[in-house]
Nanobody, 123 residues
Framework: VQLQASGGGLVEAGGSLRLSCAAS????????MAWFRQAPGKERVFVAS????????FYADSVKGRFTISRDNAMHTVYLQMNSLKPEDTAVYLC?????????????????WGQGTQVTVSS
């Protein structure tokens, strides 16, 4: 599975962005998908996950209520709608795919990774 993330950019605090991750090859519709992020000098951390069917989602506490993960299996794309952005959301955002049907937060389950897209939130 090849993953290509896009949609990052510079936005003011309180603003919104929508990230997209297009998948090619593999079995997208049978894979859980997730977004992770990595800020400068920090470890990569989990943001959100969605089940293969799209029926279940799971979020990190830091983004719950502000971010929404969704997917379009017909388009082989997963999205991350980010609202009420804060400067601490600044990071490179990466999408990942896991060969399991359910949501999963543990990074070790994710086998395929995209290249990341930069999100910068100014105060």
């Amino acid at each position: 599975v090849q993953l290509q993330a896009s949609g990052g950019g510079l936005v003011e605090a309180g603003g919104s962005l929508r990230l997209s991750c297009a998948a090619s090859g593999g079995t997208f519709s049978r894979s859980a998908m997730a977004w992770f992020r990595q800020a400068p000098g920090k470890e990569r951390v989990f943001v959100a996950s969605i089940s293969a069917s799209g029926g279940s989602t799971f979020y990190a506490d830091s983004v719950k209520g502000r971010f929404t993960i969704s997917r379009d299996n017909a388009m082989h794309t997963v999205y991350l709608q980010m609202n009420s952005l804060k400067p601490e959301d600044t990071a490179v955002y990466l999408c990942a795919a896991a060969p399991v049907p359910h949501t999963v937060a543990a990074e070790s389950h994710y086998v395929y990774w995209g290249q990341g897209t930069q999100v910068t939130v100014s105060s």
